[in-house]
């Protein structure tokens, strides 16, 4: 049976580090026939650019016919205050998440044991890391209505906004949780701030009934201030985290960065279908854009993401896993996490590398 995969280059870096996932995708697509069949979408800058919307009709509908979709980075200086908010290019990633109704965002924190010295903690802290967090993505503070600037009794002006979960989204984040949790070492740690906020009250009390359904994981609870001190005194005592929207986006910030590279951290975004978006951390790079000097391993381990999560080839993501193992073994580095007595390579290189290691396996 075929599956569709839509690449998505985006702007700046990602042309070039989408162009070396095609590469090793193509690759296992042929050595282990997966049948996977690619098609070209466009989003952001150059989207609106060639289609006067960052998230145009057109990759819209391709999106919705895909099985998995894998995605560079968007934006750069170019659109920067050129466009009303709803056409700037960062919006164009907003619509494509709350179209295909992408509610969980799964980041790996994992430590290469080749790159650990250059992490910014004690290599005891970090060998061995793996860590995932489960961050929900389309509700929250994020979303939460009424939201605003008003003008108070006072005559003041005031912000606010309403940090709002009902009893379904927070089930559907935690059965996701703890299935993942199932398929490694069965702990889930929930973060709130049930000591404070209501809306986090909800959320623990639903989490344990989750956890009623998954009695093979064990779940615990922990306050987001504690949690972001615990993410540096000893990150490895985690398993899963599953959080809300604030909370994840900076404590998933926070877990990435203790790994070393921003160049190193995939990610997936899914929905109740298996079909998911897939992309790497960091951002459009436009300081070394069309340099060819980018790190593409983020986003060859987000293709490894699609095939694990979407397109049920976990065998070939393991092998895509391996081939970067193998090639960060023999000393080859871009720019971003060079070090001493290792071989500095461009971003074709280190996609090509990957290639020539995969068809070793
Ligand atoms: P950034 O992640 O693009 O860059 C931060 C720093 O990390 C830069 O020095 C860059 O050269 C470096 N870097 C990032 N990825 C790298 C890679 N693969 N290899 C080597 N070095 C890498 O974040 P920044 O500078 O804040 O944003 C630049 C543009 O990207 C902005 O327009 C921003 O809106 C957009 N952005 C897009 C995101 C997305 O598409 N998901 C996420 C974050 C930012
Ligand atoms: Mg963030």
């Known amino acids: 049976m075929t599956k569709k995969v839509l690449l998505i280059e985006g702007d700046g870096i990602g042309i070039e580090i989408v162009a070396q996932a095609e590469k090793v995708l193509k690759a296992v697509n042929e050595k282990d026939n997966l049948g996977l069949e690619f098609d070209y979408g466009m989003l952001g800058g150059r989207a609106y650019d060639q289609h006067g919307h960052p998230y145009p009709e057109e990759t819209k509908v391709k999106?919705?016919?895909?099985?998995?979709?894998?995605f560079g980075a968007l934006g750069g200086p170019q659109w920067d205050g050129k466009t009303e908010r709803h056409l700037r290019p960062e919006q164009g990633l907003l619509d494509i998440r709350s179209d295909l109704g992408l509610f969980a965002n799964f980041r790996p924190a994992t430590a290469f044991p080749q790159l650990v010295d250059a992490a910014p903690l004690k290599p005891e802290l970090v060998s061995g890391l793996d860590i995932l967090i489960i961050r929900e993505l389309t509700g929250g503070i994020?979303?939460?209505?009424?939201?605003g600037i008003r003008t108070n009794d006072q005559g003041e002006r005031e912000g606010f906004n309403t940090d709002v979960y009902s009893e379904s989204e927070i089930r559907r984040i935690g059965h996701v949780a703890f299935q993942a949790a199932q398929k490694r070492d069965k702990r889930v740690c929930s973060i709130?701030?049930?000591n404070v906020l209501d809306v986090t009250v909800l959320w623990r009390e639903i989490m344990e009934e989750v956890a009623k359904d998954y009695p093979d994981v064990e779940l615990s609870h922990m306050y987001v201030d504690n949690?972001?001190?615990q993410l540096v005194i000893n990150p490895k005592q985690f398993d899963v985290i599953v959080t809300g929207n604030l909370f994840g986006d900076i404590l998933s910030d926070e877990a990435s960065m203790v790994t070393g590279s921003i160049g190193m951290l995939p990610s997936a975004s899914l929905n109740e279908k298996s079909a998911g978006f897939y992309e790497p951390c960091h951002g459009s790079a436009p300081d070394i854009a069309g340099q060819n000097v980018a790190n593409p391993l983020a986003t060859i381990m987000s293709a490894a993401m699609m095939l694990q999560y979407s397109l049920n080839a976990p065998e070939s993501a393991q092998k895509i896993t391996q081939a970067v193992n193998i090639v960060l073994d023999k000393g080859l580095r871009t720019r971003d996490i060079q070090s001493e007595g290792c071989t500095i390579v461009s971003c074709s290189e280190m996609g090509e590398a990957v290639v020539e290691a995969l068809n070793t396996l």
């Open 63 to 70: 999106a919705h016919q895909s099985d998995g979709i894998l």
């Open 142 to 147: 994020y979303f939460g209505q009424p939201r």
């Open 192 to 194: 709130d701030k049930a």
């Open 227 to 229: 949690a972001a001190m």
